[in-house]
Antibody, heavy 118, light 107 residues
Framework: QVQLVESGGGVVQPGRSLRLSCVAS????????MHWVRQAPGKGLEWVAIISYDGSNGKYADAVRGRFTISRDNSKNTLYLQMNSLRGEDTAVYYCARDLGYEGLDQWGQGTLVTVSS | DIQLTQSPSFLSASVGDRVTITCRAS??????LAWYQQKPGKAPKLLIFGASTLQSGVPSRFSGSGSGTEFTLTISSLQPEDFATYYCQQVNTYPMTFGPGTKVDIK
């Protein structure tokens, strides 16, 4: 069945970097654009980034543009989020999600928690 | 950016109640709206897309309506498993945005 599994979260100091991964199974990753969405503790959902099918284009939320980079390796069925210059406000559960265009995000991973703290 | 507001932010209801949640967009988004359900500690689940189309496998007690700037999610007869937080999301324009959520709790 379709599955998305995130990994790479943890505790990191402000200003440091972290790379999240999302492994897809049960479908052909290259057929879908993919997103990262985050949720700070006790807060709502916040869209982070989207990447095109082949990885050639990405769009970002203002809050992360210039610090985060979304990428993918379709041969490894894996989506990535490189997070640099991390701040306390980046503390959140990060979800990867599959895009259906105007039909929303139909598959989500279980999330990985990133905590930015000294 | 397109802002989404939801009302109410919190709703207390009983099993069997009819529940309606409203989502308003700061500018017209046609029917490019999705609704999600999220339970504590779990990922969001897509319920409705295109403002009114039920995602496969979602019970028919859920329905959505609206276009332009005003949308509603209705649960016709609330079931115990429906107690959760509900979010709307606009997929019309980047950046994608979500509403702040409506928590549906047990009365």
């Amino acid at each position: 069945q379709v599955q998305l599994v995130e990994s790479g979260g943890g505790v990191v100091q402000p200003g440091r970097s972290l790379r999240l991964s999302c492994v897809a199974s049960g479908f052909t990753l290259s057929s879908y654009e993919m997103h990262w969405v985050r949720q700070a503790p006790g807060k709502g959902l916040e869209w982070v980034a989207i990447i095109s099918y082949d990885g050639s284009n990405g769009k970002y939320a203002d809050a992360v543009r210039g610090r985060f980079t979304i990428s993918r390796d379709n041969s490894k069925n894996t989506l990535y989020l490189q997070m640099n210059s991390l701040r306390g406000e980046d503390t959140a559960v990060y979800y990867c999600a599959r895009d259906l265009g105007y039909e929303g995000l139909d598959q989500w991973g279980q999330g990985t928690l990133v905590t930015v703290s000294s | 950016d397109i802002q989404l507001t939801q009302s109410p932010s919190f709703l207390s209801a009983s099993v069997g109640d009819r529940v309606t949640i409203t989502c308003r967009a700061s500018q017209g988004i046609s029917s490019d709206l999705a609704w999600y359900q999220q339970k504590p500690g779990k990922a969001p689940k897509l319920l409705i897309f295109g403002a009114s189309t039920l995602q496969s496998g979602v019970p028919s007690r859920f329905s959505g309506s609206g276009s332009g700037t005003e949308f509603t999610l209705t649960i016709s007869s609330l079931q115990p498993e429906d107690f959760a937080t509900y979010y709307c999301q606009q997929v019309n324009t980047y950046p994608m945005t979500f509403g702040p959520g409506t928590k549906v709790d047990i009365k």
